[in-house]
């Protein structure tokens, strides 16, 4: 038995997360929405007053409202306000140099970040980020765990503002030392070798190897990055061969860096979507839970940086677990043969067409 004390015809709220309204009501800031977005680079930015940067906020369908990520630009000579948050954030700078600053309890870290730096920001550290150039703007992406942790408190004041150090980093250590983890021989552990560290200054100068399970030519590395639930992985796929397609959990956000090329996500015995790769700037796609993805470069080579929910050291569930391994070995890759015969050919046939129209033949799958 309840007591009714107001009585309404349907319900007011209007299905938005606590994060979805932040953004575009509270912010007043567009929110864009899809399976992938891009270009990235030159997509406009619209002011985010409070950071003194320009930002434009991206919610990608297969983040599942876990990750956050938006494109942030900071004008020439300018700063980003101080900024805190109860929250993982892993940036990788696109264009521009400049520095950043970390507040921690044992003081304050700064390094100098340029084209292709890759860093975290730890835990409720408040930090500034500052265009080095008095002539060009800076611009970088986010990826941050801010909507599940906005979705469950719903506080601004505790979100933002929340004064308590949960010293993630060590302040005396140069943030750019790395742990290096190099690959077990049944790759159980990690398949390639793995970096845990606070700061990349270039994400390509980082040794790579051999990741055998994607297919041949292919260079990987891994980082596990501030003790954060976000990890990374920059990977060099030889294009021109067939990409053997796996899946796993939300929320990896996977940029395609250089290279020309396009990605497929399906649904087992469901929706295809196609995402072509902006050529000379960078797109990003988020796969959406479990549907079957590939990356198909119609070039030579091509570059992919992937920033996701899944730490190898913190994770956070087990969707990715063996996302590596074959099915056959309880994992979560698959190879063409194991393809249904219609799809296979229609993704082979759709491949050597646009591998044609760049003038290059595709070489016949193993
Ligand atoms: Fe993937």
Redesign the pocket.
């Given at each position: 038995m309840v007591t009714v004390r107001e009585k309404h015809t349907g319900v007011p709220w209007d299905g938005r997360t606590a994060y979805e309204k932040w953004v575009e009501d509270d912010l007043g800031l567009a929110l864009h929405r899809g399976y992938a977005f891009g270009p990235l680079k030159s997509f406009p930015v619209a002011p985010w007053a409070e950071r003194g940067i320009g930002a434009a906020f991206v919610d990608l369908i297969g983040a599942e409202s876990l990750a956050g990520m938006f494109v942030g630009e900071l004008a020439p000579g300018k700063s980003s306000a101080p900024w805190r948050q109860l929250a993982d954030e892993c940036i990788y700078i696109m264009a521009g140099h400049g520095n950043a600053t970390v507040e921690t309890a044992k003081g304050k870290v700064s390094f100098e970040w340029g084209p292709r730096s890759l860093f975290a920001i730890p835990m409720n550290c408040r930090y500034q980020l500052h265009n080095g150039s008095g002539s060009e703007p800076a611009r970088f992406v986010s990826v941050n765990t801010i909507p599940i942790v906005y979705n469950l408190y719903r506080d601004r004041k505790f979100v933002f503002g929340l004064d308590y150090d949960f010293n993630r980093i060590e302040a005396d250590i140069d943030p750019s030392e790395a742990v290096l983890f190099e690959p077990d021989p049944n790759h159980n552990k990690t398949a390639v070798n793995l970096y845990e560290t606070t700061f990349v200054p270039d994400v390509l100068g980082v040794q790579r190897s051999s990741f055998r399970e994607k297919g041949v030519g292919n260079n990987t590395a891994y980082f596990e990055m501030a003790n954060s639930v976000i990890s990374v992985h920059i990977a060099e796929h030889p294009g021109l061969r067939f990409f053997n397609p796996?899946r796993?959990g939300p929320s990896?956000f996977?940029f395609n860096l250089s290279g020309k090329g396009y990605s497929l996500m399906w649904q087992e015995n469901g929706a295809m979507e196609r995402f072509d790769w902006p050529e000379d700037d960078i797109g990003v796609i988020v796969?959406p839970n479990m549907w079957w993805?590939g990356h198909f470069g119609t070039d030579p080579v091509s570059v992919q940086l992937?920033i996701k929910l899944r730490s190898r050291k913190l994770p956070i569930n087990h969707l990715f677990d063996k996302?590596h391994k074959h099915v056959s070995e309880g994992g979560k890759l698959i190879h063409y043969k194991d393809l249904d015969p219609d799809l296979r050919s229609w993704i082979w046939n759709t491949y050597v067409e646009e591998c044609a129209k760049n003038g290059f033949e595709v070489m016949a799958p193993a």
């Amino acid at each position: 038995m309840v007591t009714v004390r107001e009585k309404h015809t349907g319900v007011p709220w209007d299905g938005r997360t606590a994060y979805e309204k932040w953004v575009e009501d509270d912010l007043g800031l567009a929110l864009h929405r899809g399976y992938a977005f891009g270009p990235l680079k030159s997509f406009p930015v619209a002011p985010w007053a409070e950071r003194g940067i320009g930002a434009a906020f991206v919610d990608l369908i297969g983040a599942e409202s876990l990750a956050g990520m938006f494109v942030g630009e900071l004008a020439p000579g300018k700063s980003s306000a101080p900024w805190r948050q109860l929250a993982d954030e892993c940036i990788y700078i696109m264009a521009g140099h400049g520095n950043a600053t970390v507040e921690t309890a044992k003081g304050k870290v700064s390094f100098e970040w340029g084209p292709r730096s890759l860093f975290a920001i730890p835990m409720n550290c408040r930090y500034q980020l500052h265009n080095g150039s008095g002539s060009e703007p800076a611009r970088f992406v986010s990826v941050n765990t801010i909507p599940i942790v906005y979705n469950l408190y719903r506080d601004r004041k505790f979100v933002f503002g929340l004064d308590y150090d949960f010293n993630r980093i060590e302040a005396d250590i140069d943030p750019s030392e790395a742990v290096l983890f190099e690959p077990d021989p049944n790759h159980n552990k990690t398949a390639v070798n793995l970096y845990e560290t606070t700061f990349v200054p270039d994400v390509l100068g980082v040794q790579r190897s051999s990741f055998r399970e994607k297919g041949v030519g292919n260079n990987t590395a891994y980082f596990e990055m501030a003790n954060s639930v976000i990890s990374v992985h920059i990977a060099e796929h030889p294009g021109l061969r067939f990409f053997n397609p796996h899946r796993h959990g939300p929320s990896a956000f996977v940029f395609n860096l250089s290279g020309k090329g396009y990605s497929l996500m399906w649904q087992e015995n469901g929706a295809m979507e196609r995402f072509d790769w902006p050529e000379d700037d960078i797109g990003v796609i988020v796969p959406p839970n479990m549907w079957w993805h590939g990356h198909f470069g119609t070039d030579p080579v091509s570059v992919q940086l992937a920033i996701k929910l899944r730490s190898r050291k913190l994770p956070i569930n087990h969707l990715f677990d063996k996302s590596h391994k074959h099915v056959s070995e309880g994992g979560k890759l698959i190879h063409y043969k194991d393809l249904d015969p219609d799809l296979r050919s229609w993704i082979w046939n759709t491949y050597v067409e646009e591998c044609a129209k760049n003038g290059f033949e595709v070489m016949a799958p193993a």
